[in-house]
T-cell receptor
């Protein structure tokens, strides 16, 4: 199986920046995904990394280091609507997606 | 709006009963998946189908079965429900499993409680 670790909870203030780390160990690697999931809703796709480096999409950025088995999701200019769980998922050598348990981010006013 | 639909939205079921969760997508995606989500454990793959007519086992397949008679539908059946199958079930689909950039999109989920 795969081993994907991310913090359980994080709290930040509106307008601030939060970085959610994800470390992984997999048999083979075919990409890393970040999903956002609001309470009681479905996960929605945020970002995808397969090469080392930073991918930026508006207020959200995702970074990958394959040699370190490490990724982070950076949320800038936090808004109240960003309060959600953020799921790190890794596609392994068999193209199966394994998910971390998720990081619940709470944005305070 | 195109996407994935799941039914029912929620269900309370007596242990030992048979239950089928329905999933339909209209994006003509080749691959479909069933996950369960439990607190503290994240999403775990139950079964998958890379294309119509084929299915495969995921991480936690015991007690569940699936079929893929056509591209659009991927029902999940619990033959004899047990309380440990209480969970939120998500169906997902993707264009082409086996491609590095392939992205999975999720349905709204079914909340199942087995008593």
């Amino acid at each position: 199986g795969q081993n994907i670790d991310q913090p359980t909870e994080m709290t930040a203030t509106e307008g601030a920046i939060v970085q959610i780390n994800c470390t992984y160990q997999t048999s083979g690697f075919n990409g890393l995904f970040w999903y956002q999931q609001h309470a009681g809703e479905a996960p929605t796709f945020l970002s995808y990394n397969v090469l080392d480096g930073l991918e930026e999409k508006g207020r959200f950025s995702s970074f990958l280091s394959r040699s370190k088995g490490y990724s982070y999701l950076l949320l800038k200019e936090l808004q109240m609507k960003d309060s959600a769980s953020y799921l790190c998922a890794v596609r392994d050598g068999d193209y199966k997606l394994s998910f971390g348990a998720g990081t619940t981010v709470t944005v305070r006013a | 709006i195109a996407g994935i639909t799941q039914a029912p939205t929620s269900q309370i079921l007596a242990a030992g009963r048979r239950m089928t969760l329905r999933c339909t997508q209209d994006m003509r995606h080749n691959a479909m998946y069933w996950y369960r989500q439990d607190l503290g454990l994240g999403l775990r793959l139950i079964h998958y189908s890379n294309t119509a007519g084929t299915t495969g086992k995921g991480e936690v397949p015991d007690g569940y079965s699936v079929s893929r008679a056509n591209t659009d539908d991927f029902p999940l059946t619990l033959a004899s429900a047990v309380p440990s199958q209480t969970s939120v079930y998500f169906c997902a689909s993707s264009q082409l499993a086996g491609e590095r950039t392939d992205t999975q999109y999720f349905g709204p989920g079914t909340r199942l409680t087995v008593l």
